[in-house]
């Protein structure tokens, strides 16, 4: 039973446009969830987060917005640059719970 | 700081022998986790554990043993090894009360043949 799902395996977006990743998540006692990034051979890596209290959460060219009653959320990278070509996993967790979830990721690939 | 140490980095077992994954974290985190990440599957959460001598199961435990004896080390014991234990194992350390951020170590590639 997938709580975190990444229906997109991968993504293709020309350098300069937008990249749009999307995550649905199935458990309503989900309140806080992240956006890492993962290259080849590397740990994943934190990229942002929001809170369930917000809608929207901005950092420099990422910015996640999180539609509770939809229960998804989606990462925007705005412009995309080539060093953006990566795997990116969305995670949710609860207020009460200490597990982290993770969906199975979209590959990124940015074309010049 | 040296963050989230995993070792080692590559391992290939043979069915049926035994092996622990050492994860060792410097930032004095509560929160520890093992993943594993298996090709088109995303990070399944294998064990984790909120403080010393605390552990509880994730998603995908069966075949997997930790402990947590010092707020440092978490490590995964992996007993008769299987084909299907073969993955990339992540090791992740966590201080909740900085909002949930995780940081993972570089991974573990364990071949099971």
């Known amino acids: 039973d997938q709580q975190v799902k990444q229906n997109s395996p991968s993504l293709s977006v020309q350098e300069g446009r937008i990249s749009i990743l999307n995550c649905d998540y199935t458990n309503s006692m989900f309140d806080y969830f992240l956006w890492y990034k993962k290259y080849p051979a590397e740990g994943p890596t934190f990229l942002i987060s929001?809170?369930?209290?917000?809608d929207k959460n901005e950092d420099g060219r990422f910015t996640v917005f999180l539609n509770k009653s939809a229960k998804h959320l989606s990462l925007h990278i705005v412009p995309s640059q080539p060093g953006d070509s990566a795997v990116y996993f969305c995670a949710a967790t609860g207020n009460r719970d200490d597990k982290i979830i993770f969906g199975k990721g979209t590959r990124l690939h940015i074309l010049p | 700081n040296a963050g989230v140490t995993q070792t080692p980095k590559f391992r290939i077992l043979k069915i049926g022998q035994s092996m622990t994954l050492q994860c060792t974290q410097d930032m004095n985190h509560n929160y520890m986790y093992w993943y594993r990440q298996d090709p088109g599957m995303g990070l399944k959460l294998i064990y984790y554990s909120v403080g010393a001598g605390i552990t509880d199961k994730g998603e995908v435990p069966n075949g997997y043993n930790v402990s947590r004896s010092t707020t440092e080390d978490f490590p995964l014991r992996l007993e008769l090894a299987a084909p299907s234990q073969t993955s990339v194992y992540f090791c992740?350390?966590?201080?909740?009360?900085?909002?949930?951020?995780?940081?993972f170590g570089e991974g573990s590639w364990l071949t099971v043949v």
């Open positions: 992740a350390s966590s201080y909740p009360h900085q909002g949930f951020t995780i940081y």
């Open positions: 929001i809170s369930s209290i917000k």
